[in-house]
């Protein structure tokens, strides 16, 4: 059974840090791009980060890339987002989801939500003013 499971989440201050991390279970980890999407009340699901386990890349939010760092340890099947100076606009729920990607076949659209086979159920950040 496929499974990802976020952690990490919480109430920060702004200025403050957060690491979310994302645990998976279930298919070859290594095989597989993570990605790191965000949504707030009543506005649409945004790729914050993502990762290609297959090559190592990495992708970036324009709004996002100057603060975040993903980072992925395949030995446990884990893929981390640091995430540093928090602003009050970061407030929404985070997920994270799983993506099979083919050997030395670039990872398309690796932010957006719709290429993505897996997901978790979400961890909370609230940035308070």
């Known amino acids: 059974e496929v499974q990802l499971v976020e952690s990490g989440g919480g109430l920060v201050e702004a200025g403050g840090s957060l690491r979310l991390s994302c645990t998976a279970s279930g298919f070859p980890f290594e095989k597989y791009a993570i990605g790191w999407f965000r949504q707030a009340p009543g506005k649409e699901r945004e790729g914050v980060s993502s990762i290609n386990n297959r090559d190592g890349r990495t992708y970036y939010g324009d709004s996002v890339k100057d603060r975040l760092t993903i980072s992925s340890d395949n030995a446990k099947n884990t893929v981390y987002l640091q995430m540093t100076s928090l602003r009050p606009e970061d407030t929404a729920v985070y997920y994270c989801?799983?993506?099979?990607?083919?050997?030395?076949?670039?990872?398309?659209?690796?932010?957006?939500?719709?290429?993505?086979?897996?997901w978790g159920q979400g961890t909370q950040v609230t940035v308070s003013s």
């Open positions: 989801a799983a993506k099979g990607v083919r050997y030395e076949v670039p990872l398309r659209g690796p932010l957006a939500p719709r290429i993505y086979d897996y």
